[in-house]
């Protein structure tokens, strides 16, 4: 029997049994996949004033429609993209690549390529690949979620097959998020998922992919790689009960590329917290 595929070749009949069982992403309390229209998640603290007064007509806040997606460089295209539509169930919206010249390689990296040269470094060492001479190419996939774009980006040598090439530069080294400029992806889990169940099949299903990078951490003080294995399962999520985070759930998680990652879960009164920003900010941005 032939897998089912759709039109970007993703196995459709894998990733909805995903999404039944809960190992699949669906994110956002106010679930929204077009422009203009912006999750909860997405929204906490972002009014224009604290008492969410309208944005001024005109103002850079007034000129804006929300989050487009997050980007993140890969080193292997293929295993990232695998992870983000396949194990957490995103789906295609469109790749490109062999991106080249002069005109890109000033888009991206004018400040970069200014940086060093005031320091007098070779442009390699700060990871500046030459798109301008062509001798490395840009490769990008877009990947929709519920309320969110994910970018995978790779920047390869131009002899380097798309996809399955080798990356230009080395990845990093120093991934604690406590580094100022770290960044992260946070997934919002649905109110009647098991967390601490979803971190297990998370974890299960990357492993058996050969992903052995995803691995999430525990509330519980481990100090081997064993002893993370080991701890009961109730250690895969934090669920806050008291303060202004009431209700929320968390759990940091490097993805197959050492990338940092965060799995939440809103309930109860924090929940309510989101709710209210996001209709605040609504509230903001509204015409009279």
Request: charge should be negative.
């Amino acid at each position: 029997m032939e897998t089912p595929l759709n039109d970007h070749g993703v196995d459709t009949a894998r990733r909805d049994l995903l999404r039944t069982t809960g190992t699949a992403m669906l994110a956002g309390i106010a679930a929204a996949a077009i422009p203009g229209t912006v999750s909860a998640a997405g929204q906490a603290g972002s009014t224009s004033t604290a008492t969410g007064a309208k944005l001024a007509p005109g103002s850079l806040g007034a000129r804006l429609q929300g989050v487009q997606h997050f980007g993140l460089t890969v080193q292997n295209m293929d295993r990232a993209f695998e992870f983000y539509t396949e194990v957490l169930g995103g789906t295609q919206v469109m790749r490109d690549g062999d991106f080249q010249g002069e005109r890109i390689h000033n888009t991206l990296l004018t400040d970069e390529d200014i940086i060093a040269r005031e320091r007098g470094v070779n442009p390699r060492t700060r990871g500046i690949p030459d798109l301008r001479g062509g001798t490395q190419r840009l490769d990008v996939r877009f990947i929709q979620f519920d309320n969110v774009v994910i970018e995978l980006l790779q920047y390869r040598d131009a002899d380097q097959p798309m996809g399955r090439g080798n990356s230009f530069a080395e990845p990093r080294e120093h991934m604690s998020p406590a580094f100022p400029r770290s960044m992260h992806i946070c997934f919002y889990l649905r109110d009647d998922v098991d967390f601490n169940v979803f971190i297990r099949d998370l974890e299960a299903e990357s492993a058996r992919r050969g992903m052995s990078q995803v691995k999430a951490n525990r509330v519980v003080t481990v100090t081997t790689e064993q002893q993370r294995r080991s701890a009961p399962i109730e250690a895969n999520s934090n669920r806050i009960t008291q303060g202004q985070s009431d209700g929320w759930s968390l759990i940091y998680c490097k993805g197959p590329e050492g990338e940092q990652l965060e799995f939440v879960q809103a309930l109860g009164p924090v929940k309510r917290t989101f709710q209210e920003a996001f209709q605040a900010r609504q509230r903001s941005i509204s015409t009279e």
